[in-house]
């Protein structure tokens, strides 16, 4: 905890003087009785404590709120311009708000909360956000874990903390081009922010080319893909729903030029399988960045495996002198271990490459903690 680690975990604390509500404050003490932390309680997790201060005691009244959510919107001053209004305003305890999201989508933003803690604050901290950042609308959303808690303490997922707007899709802008965010039932608060950085490189090496985006998704890296020149753009997904939303995306931006020149076909199907089994086409960049292969620890073995595999068959389908990106977001899996799987699929089928380049999280998503490290990206130039 003097380190900086902001988990407390029940089996490490060795006595308690009375049993807490969750979303109290608790102070705690270390074995001489010396003042080490203030953090929010929660009694129905095995994370039992989330670490709010540490060092000399503090009083946290409203002005101290007000200053850490400050701290946090500082941060991001002159990370983006006007052609940017998606991106994280606070990235849970890496901005010392443990176990909660706030995301910005233009004049909306999405709250997302990953502790029940939080739930007895939410009236405070949603007049503290407006008064700060003054949106039109905040969107509550909640981890499965949380569900049932917020449920009893009368909120529900999707649902208006603030404002009276009761669209489920909002539109932003993310480097000019116009995206959707499905605020009210989309996965994680709405849009995949943290590859902008990703989306942005892929934009620089797409002129002229032919691209894949397997689990395409919303089709992010495709628009970017298709402003930055390419010839054509396929998204590979299973989902429908993704799809129509990346086609909407795609209509969002038929202005401009390069978008409107660039050949845009989608094919619903199962990734890996299309991937080892549907007649071979290359492609000067293939793009994978599936969802999480590793929910949870026992799950790494096979995530790692997965990883491999889907590299594999994605190299099948690059051309030579043709890029690969490869990514995940599972925070089970180490960066360390994912680059190894993916060379590995590289060294087995006896392709040179180079090595051009590695990414993680973005500046707003910056991860002070190893468990909120997640993202992960590797790029090969394949000969």
Not at 171 to 187: D, I, N, W
Request: proline share 3%; with cysteine.
């Amino acid at each position: 905890m003097r380190r900086g680690h902001p988990w407390v975990y029940s089996d490490s604390i060795r006595e308690q003087s009375r049993a807490g509500a969750a979303g109290e404050l608790a102070v705690v003490y270390d074995r001489r009785d010396r003042f080490l932390a203030i953090g929010l309680w929660d009694p129905d997790s095995p994370l039992r404590l989330r670490v709010l201060h540490c060092g000399q005691p503090v009083n946290l009244d409203t002005n101290w709120w007000r200053n850490r959510l400050l701290t946090a919107v500082q941060r991001r001053v002159g990370l983006f311009d006007e052609h940017t209004t998606g991106f994280r305003w606070i990235y849970g305890e890496s901005d010392g708000w443990p176990g909660l999201v706030l995301d910005r989508y233009g004049e909306t933003l999405v709250l997302k909360l990953y502790a029940a803690a939080w739930l007895s604050r939410l009236k405070g901290l949603v007049d503290l956000i407006v008064e700060v950042l003054q949106p039109k609308r905040i969107v509550l959303r909640v981890s499965r874990n949380v569900q049932d808690a917020a449920r009893t303490a009368g909120f529900l997922e999707g649902q208006n903390l603030y404002g009276d707007d009761s669209a489920e899709r909002v539109v932003f802008q993310e480097s000019g081009l116009g995206f959707e965010a499905e605020v009210v039932r989309g996965q994680k608060t709405g849009f995949f922010l943290d590859q902008r950085e990703n989306r942005r490189r892929i934009e620089n090496e797409a002129a002229g080319k032919d691209v894949l985006n397997v689990f395409s998704f919303s089709g992010g890296f495709s628009l970017y893909a298709a402003r930055g020149g390419a010839r054509s753009v396929t998204d590979l997904d299973i989902s429908a729903h993704a799809l129509a939303q990346a086609r909407r995306n795609f209509a969002l931006n038929q202005d401009h030029p390069r978008i409107q020149a660039s050949r845009y076909e989608q094919i619903q199907e199962d990734a890996f399988r299309w991937l080892a089994d549907s007649p071979v086409r290359q492609f000067d960049i293939v793009i994978l960045d599936p969802p999480s292969l590793a929910k949870r620890e026992v799950e790494r073995s096979e995530a790692i495996e997965a990883y491999e595999r889907l590299a594999s068959r994605g190299l099948s389908r690059v051309r030579p002198g043709g890029l690969l990106l490869s990514a995940s977001c599972s925070a089970h899996v180490t960066t360390e271990e994912f680059f190894e799987a993916v060379r590995r699929a590289v060294q087995v089928t006896r392709r040179s490459f180079t090595e051009i380049a590695t990414a993680g999280h973005p500046p707003d998503h910056a991860a002070t903690f190893v468990e909120a490290t997640y993202l992960k990206a590797i790029y090969l130039r394949m000969k």
